[in-house]
């Protein structure tokens, strides 16, 4: 069991480029989670989502767009990337069951 | 806005006990849930409690209040290696929403 991995673990874009951060999961969760966390901050809610094909927005999801074609798959998609976006972007999913919530390694996104 | 409140750092000696509290305001409330999180890495989960009292998980217990909107983390037996940040998370719908987090230092 892997558990979630998520991909590339370090990237600096431009701004104004796009990229996607991939996450999968091994565990056989629905519930899936995109969070960002700025230096010294909480974990800020980007997406989420219940099952494949249901997808719905956290609490800062401007400028962010997810897809969940796959029960094992969330990929996060940055368009048009700005400073504002650099960030360790974490991925989690949880058994809906119990709350718990298993993490990824993350991902550090600077944006020059 | 925020409706996870908790303190921003808390600083205790090694071998002691320290309680982090955290409040929260919000209908559609079900659960709250700890994490524990070391400098450059992720968020590992720590308990979590649906109902009103105490969980037991060794050093740590986690208390919940529905009534007061209010919930707690204990160490006990505080060791270095617990210095770290703790962040409480409240379930709310299908969601999870995230405090600040506590940072937590431990003096030896």
């Known amino acids: 069991n892997a558990g979630v991995t998520q991909t590339p673990k370090f990237r600096i874009l431009k701004i104004g480029q796009s990229m996607t951060l991939q996450c999968t999961q091994d565990?056989?969760?629905?519930?899936m989670y995109w969070y960002r966390q700025d230096p010294g901050m909480g974990l800020k809610l980007i997406y989420y989502?219940?099952?494949?094909?249901?997808?719905d927005k956290g609490e800062v999801p401007n400028g962010y767009n997810v897809s969940r074609s796959t029960t094992e798959d969330f990929p996060l998609r940055l368009e048009l990337a700005a400073p504002s976006q650099t960030s360790v972007y974490f991925c989690?999913?949880?058994?809906?069951?119990?709350?718990?919530?298993?993490f990824g390694p993350g991902t550090r996104l600077t944006v020059t | 806005g925020q409706s996870l409140e908790q303190p921003s750092e808390v600083t205790a000696v090694e071998g002691a006990i320290v309680q982090i509290n955290c409040t929260y305001q919000t209908s559609g409330f079900y659960g709250l849930s700890w994490y524990q999180q070391h400098d450059g890495g992720a968020p590992t989960f720590l308990s979590y409690?649906?109902?009103?009292g105490l969980e037991e998980t060794g050093r740590f217990s986690s208390f919940l209040s529905r009534s007061d909107s209010y919930g707690y983390l204990l160490l006990q037996e505080l060791q270095m290696k617990d210095s770290a940040s703790y962040f409480c998370?409240?379930?709310?719908?299908?969601?999870?929403?995230f405090g600040k987090g506590t940072r937590l230092h431990i003096l030896p």
């Open positions: 998370a409240e379930g709310r719908d299908d969601k999870i929403i």
């Open positions: 989502s219940v099952g494949a094909g249901i997808t």
């Open positions: 989690a999913s949880s058994n809906p069951e119990t709350y718990e919530q298993y």
């Open positions: 409690n649906a109902l009103d």
């Open positions: 565990m056989n969760h629905n519930y």
